[in-house]
């Protein structure tokens, strides 16, 4: 199946997002027909900072050791890992070499700045063109910065629209009404529903860092209770993003 054909408004593609081969190669077991990679997993498993541009090499690696799971992947690829157009489509070019399905580019930048609108419409126009279907993420919800209405017109030349930190019922419906791309959102312990979403016409919903952080409060239980402690809370993106290397 094509992997366009698995974005369908009101009945979504869940996404989840794995960090390594032993964790896509689980998810595909489990009968998942598509996964994507999570920056902030990848970039743990290397000890580099999380959305700063530091996992290029080690993106294009997790890529390739995933290409004969027999699954369709689409990468994080943070914001193309480069400002100029022509680097970024060197990389899209390279991941679709690899049998790449996909890739998720977002205009959130480290200083909690968005990318001028410009600039990642040529972004975007760079990933295209090589056969992935190229989604275009807007941190306007996550960064509380910018209008996501102007973003997810601006980026109507992408394959698909990601608005991460989307949570209200009534304004996804809103934003999914607004656009002839299908909307991808995050799923948020406690928020809305796989149901809910696809009654407010969301395409695809994606898990994001949860999968990681679900592993790692999985291990501390583990090893918490042979010391008789009890079980910890999930961490959340920002607590485990604070372990990392900080950007330089």
């Known amino acids: 199946m094509d992997f366009r054909d698995l974005h369908r408004p009101g009945d979504p593609l869940l996404l989840p997002n794995a960090w390594d081969y032993g964790s896509a190669a689980v998810l595909a077991a489990q009968g998942f027909p598509a996964i994507g990679t999570t ?9 580099k900072p999380d959305a700063a541009g530091a996992t290029r090499a080690e993106t294009i690696e997790l890529a390739e050791s995933l290409k004969d799971l027999g699954i369709l992947v689409t990468v994080d ?11 970024v489509s060197d990389l899209v070019a390279s991941l679709a070499a690899l049998g790449v399905a996909g890739v998720n580019l977002e205009d959130g930048r480290p200083d909690g700045t968005l990318r001028p609108i410009e600039s990642h419409q040529r972004i975007i ?19 509380r910065t910018g209008d996501t209405r102007e973003r997810v017109r ?3 030349h992408a394959d698909g629209i990601f608005v991460p930190g989307l949570s209200d019922l009534g ?10 791309l299908p909307l991808n959102v995050l799923y948020q312990p406690g928020g809305p529903t796989m149901a809910q979403f696809a009654a407010a016409g969301v395409a695809r919903v994606s898990t994001g860092s949860l999968l990681y952080r679900a592993a790692i409060q999985g291990a501390l239980t583990a090893v918490l209770g042979i010391r008789g402690e009890p079980a910890p809370r999930m961490p959340t993106y920002a607590e485990t993003a ?5 950007p330089r």
């Open 39 to 47: 920056s902030l997993g990848v970039a743990a498993v290397y000890g």
């Open 77 to 87: 690829i943070e914001g193309g890992f480069s400002d100029d157009p022509d680097e």
């Open 125 to 143: 126009e760079a990933a295209k063109g090589h056969g992935v279907f190229v989604n275009a993420r807007t941190d306007t919800c996550w960064l």
């Open 154 to 156: 601006a980026y109507g």
């Open 171 to 180: 304004e996804i419906a809103e934003v999914a009404a607004s656009t002839p």
């Open 242 to 246: 604070a372990f990392l290397p900080q």
